[in-house]
């Protein structure tokens, strides 16, 4: 669940509304809390070089310290109540901007300069003119009824809170988003939720806290796809494959699969279409069911099934053989045109493209009392071999 990136922010939403006495209780260190915070983001995203964490600690940062500079002072003060009404326009606006526009390379001049313009453009909010002109577009009042004018609670502010992140929210599950598009969410909703509570103190902090954890929390996902899902097919990849066998059950089957005389396949068409016939191979094991798919390296794949019936085992193999190779793959076209005007003129053309058919071999075996993880990955793999040589598109169980 890609979710969980957004539980910090969750969780410090829910503390500001069940617990706020909670806010005053617990003293931090102002600003070297957040500061340690977003330290060790940037130093876990620059050991595994992931650089698009940067935009997101320089945005945090920025805005920390506009709050901090800017909203120490009551807010009856005309120039701190132009800030905190200029605020949710900057968050919500920004926030939109560095989620869906695209964002060049950090280690390049353009990518440094939005990163600079990230840490340094909030600050600007503490001139009277951008916040007075930014507050005049503040959501939160226009959304304040008259009658809620007199209320000490934001109204207007909780109700585009909610249903800015409501929406957003929707988007990310209908789009079964990463973690780390979750963070972006969590980010913009931990600093909201401050505004809300801006009469606590350190409240500022603890919403920066919550927005470097679900960061946190996302990079800790990107780091485990790394180490155990194959980026190309969006399989487990050896390393949770080997995992997996040292736990098996004492009912368990292990599979080994491969391409039929993928190498030629590859030398023939190229390795794009290589690639083409693995991530299409990677979808139908994710979609087929009764197993666990891994890749194991190239073009070999290890199915894993959690019994031992050898006739089911048998019919699931061979659902999975036929299917793939009743796929009438049609090969992409190696170059788009060079000119829009020739990319008009195909347009509404009829493309012809090459089908080709691909088949696969397969090697089953069930798990034996004394086995381990090498034995009966060797032995499923000695049964492939078998398939192979007994004329290939076909499985082998023993």
């Known amino acids: 669940m890609t979710f969980f990136a957004a539980l910090p922010a969750i969780i410090w939403a829910l503390m500001v509304w069940f617990f706020p006495e909670w806010l005053t209780s617990v003293s931090l260190s102002v600003p070297g809390t957040v500061s340690a915070a977003l330290g060790l983001v940037f130093l876990v995203a620059a050991f595994f070089r992931q650089w698009q964490w940067f935009y997101w600690c320089a945005w945090i940062g920025g805005i920390y310290a506009t709050i901090q500079l800017g909203l120490q002072q009551p807010l009856a003060q005309k120039e701190v109540s132009q800030l905190y009404d200029a605020l949710p326009v900057w968050l919500s606006l920004s926030v939109l901007l560095l989620t869906f526009l695209k964002k060049p390379v950090l280690l390049t001049g353009k990518g440094i300069l939005i990163f600079v313009a990230l840490a340094i453009l909030p600050l600007s909010l503490l001139l009277t003119?951008?916040?007075?002109?930014l507050a005049l577009l503040s959501p939160a009042e226009v959304l304040t009824?008259?009658?809620?004018?007199?209320?000490?609670?934001?109204?207007?502010?909780?109700?585009?809170?909610?249903?800015m992140g409501g929406i957003w929210a929707t988007y990310l599950l209908y789009k079964s988003a990463s973690a780390f598009a979750w963070s972006h969410w969590a980010a913009w909703f931990s600093l909201m939720v401050f505004l809300l509570a801006v009469q606590y103190q350190q409240a500022s902090t603890w919403a920066a806290l919550a927005a470097s954890a679900g960061l946190l929390l996302a990079l800790a996902d990107q780091m485990l796809k790394l180490a155990y899902i194959d980026e190309l097919t969006g399989l487990p990849q050896r390393r949770a494959l080997m995992s997996q066998l040292q736990h098996l059950r004492k009912r368990s089957a292990v599979c080994m699969l491969d391409v039929d005389h993928f190498k030629k396949f590859n030398d023939r068409y190229g390795h794009e279409v290589g690639d083409q016939v693995l991530r299409l191979l990677g979808r139908i094991l994710k979609e087929h069911g009764g197993f666990k798919a891994y890749r194991y390296g190239g073009e070999e794949f290890t199915l894993v099934f959690f019994h031992n019936d050898e006739e089911k085992l048998k019919n699931l193999l061979e659902s999975v053989r036929s299917q793939v190779a009743n796929y009438p793959?049609?090969?992409?076209?190696?170059?788009?045109?060079?000119?829009k005007t020739k990319g008009k003129e195909a347009r509404g053309k009829k493309e012809k493209s090459k089908t080709v058919k691909v088949t696969i071999s397969l090697g089953a075996t069930v798990k034996e009392p004394d086995d381990t993880a090498d034995s009966i990955l060797k032995r499923a793999d000695e049964n492939l071999y078998s398939a192979k040589k007994a004329g290939r598109n076909r499985t082998s169980i023993c």
Do not use: M, N, Y
């Open 129 to 133: 003119p951008v916040a007075q002109t």
């Open 145 to 163: 009824l008259p009658d809620w004018q007199q209320s000490s609670f934001a109204i207007g502010l909780l109700i585009w809170t909610v249903a």
């Open 329 to 339: 793959l049609k090969l992409r076209e190696p170059s788009r045109p060079e000119s």
